[in-house]
Every structure is written in structure tokens, then in C-alpha cells.
Nanobody, 118 residues
Framework: QVHLVESGGGLVQAGGSLRLSCAASGGAFSVNVMGWYRQAPGKQRELVAT???????KYADSVKGRFDSSRDNAENTVALQMSSLKHEDTAVYYC????????????WGQGTQVTVSS
């Protein structure tokens, strides 16, 4: 059973920085894409950043230039370095992983709260 465990959320003032981390565990598997989504109160879950096994990244327009995603394939971990945080970045952030070779499945972490005070 695959588990994604996040860490690093919290409260920060606008303009500050936070780093989120996520580790995938639960056996031998091929992790294709890892990344982060977020959901603010009353809004739909949205993509923040994804990174492929080869390191190709994709970012939401709202976070480009402020957020940076990285991963360690050997450890099956992904990180999100968030800088110049804004109040509108406040949300629950979910780690995401697409895992598998022939059959591919999506996995989600439990979510970690990020609150940016204005």
C-alpha cells in the first residue's frame, strides 16, 4: 500500500517562505510524476506544481517565479520551496504521485495547511 506523507506546512507572514516535503513509501514502485495541489476554502483543488521522473517541471501561473519544486528519485521524495508567499497562497496543500508502469494510479497525501497572514 502506497503512502504519501507530507510535512512542512504552517503559518507564515506575507513575503515569507516555507518548504513542503513529501515522501512516498510502501514498497517497490515506479513513481512517474510527483507534485503538489492545493485547495482553498470554497474553491476547487488546483495544480500548484508537478515534476516528472526526468525533472521536467510544470507550475501554475500564479506561483511561477515564486515556487520551486524538486525531487529525489532514489528516495521517492518531492519538495516545494515557496517564497514571496501571498495571502492568496493560503490553502491545504496535497502531495500527489502518479505511480505504476502498465497500470498507473494516482495517490494523494493527507494534506498540510499553509496559512499566509497579510
Amino acid at each position: 500500500q502506497v503512502h504519501l506523507v507530507e510535512s512542512g506546512g504552517g503559518l507564515v507572514q506575507a513575503g515569507g517562505s516555507l518548504r513542503l516535503s513529501c515522501a512516498a513509501s510502501g514498497g517497490a514502485f515506479s513513481v512517474n510524476v510527483m507534485g503538489w495541489y492545493r485547495q482553498a476554502p470554497g474553491k476547487q483543488r488546483e495544480l500548484v506544481a508537478t515534476i516528472t521522473h526526468s525533472g521536467i517541471t510544470k507550475y501554475a501561473d500564479s506561483v511561477k517565479g515564486r515556487f520551486d519544486s524538486s525531487r529525489d528519485n532514489a528516495e521517492n521524495t518531492v519538495a516545494l520551496q515557496m517564497s514571496s508567499l501571498k495571502h492568496e497562497d493560503t490553502a491545504v496543500y496535497y502531495c500527489y504521485a502518479e505511480i505504476g508502469l502498465v497500470a498507473v494510479y494516482d495517490y494523494w497525501g493527507q494534506g498540510t495547511q499553509v496559512t499566509v497572514s497579510s
